[in-house]
Nanobody, 118 residues
Framework: QVELVESGGGLVQSGGSLRLSCAAS???????????AGWYRQAPGKERELVAS???????TYGGSLKGRFTISRDNAKKTVYLQMNSLKPEDTAVYYC?????????WGQGTQVTVAP
């Protein structure tokens, strides 16, 4: 079973930055490389929403108006996907989850809390 472990969350002041990482285990590199990856977030009382995704070819997609503040990237050699978050706002407070997917196969991490103080 593929395991995804997120890290890098925490408490930051408004306007600050965080970099989230999501490392995959129990998957060989050649298989990891053909999966699409993404970051989602879920705030209390709200549905999970797409933050950003990156395809196996490196094509990126961003949810809402996050492009420009958030940047998704991946390092296939490390089997890791990153989310650089700049100019953070209190409304960015949520649990952030990473996803690895291909076809009907989808794997989720356990989530990492991001809290942005006013």
């Amino acid at each position: 079973q593929v395991e995804l472990v997120e890290s890098g969350g925490g408490l930051v002041q408004s306007g600050g930055s965080l970099r989230l990482s999501c490392a995959a285990s129990y998957i060989i590199s050649s298989v990891y490389n053909i999966h699409n990856a993404g970051w989602y977030r879920q705030a209390p009382g709200k549905e999970r929403e797409l933050v950003a995704s990156i395809s196996s070819a490196g094509t990126t997609t961003y949810g809402g108006s996050l492009k420009g503040r958030f940047t998704i990237s991946r390092d296939n050699a490390k089997k890791t996907v990153y989310l650089q978050m700049n100019s953070l706002k209190p409304e960015d407070t949520a649990v952030y989850y990473c996803e690895l997917t291909r076809g009907s196969f989808t794997f989720w991490g356990q989530g990492t809390q991001v809290t942005v103080a006013p």
